[in-house]
C-alpha cells in the first residue's frame, strides 16, 4: 500500500473498533470493519461529489 493511501486509511478508518459495526457482525471482526471501512469511504466519496457538483448546482445554467 502506498504511504499515502496508508495515511488516509488510518486516518478515515483506524483501528478496528466493534463499537462502530453494525450489531449483527460484532461477532465476525473481518465483516465487521470491512462494513465499517466501505461504509466511510462511501461517505467520503458522496461529500466528495457533492462537494464538486455544488458550485454547478448553484449558479444554475
Not at 31 to 48: C, D, I, T
Request: charge should be negative; charged fraction near 15%.
Amino acid at each position: 500500500m502506498s504511504p499515502t493511501m496508508e495515511l488516509l486509511y488510518h486516518y478515515f478508518v483506524g483501528p478496528p473498533d466493534p463499537g462502530r459495526w453494525p450489531e449483527e457482525l460484532r461477532n465476525n471482526p473481518a465483516a465487521g470493519h470491512g462494513m465499517y471501512s466501505f461504509e466511510q469511504g462511501l461517505r467520503l466519496g458522496l461529500l466528495l461529489v457533492v462537494e464538486c457538483l455544488t458550485p454547478d448546482l448553484l449558479n444554475g445554467p
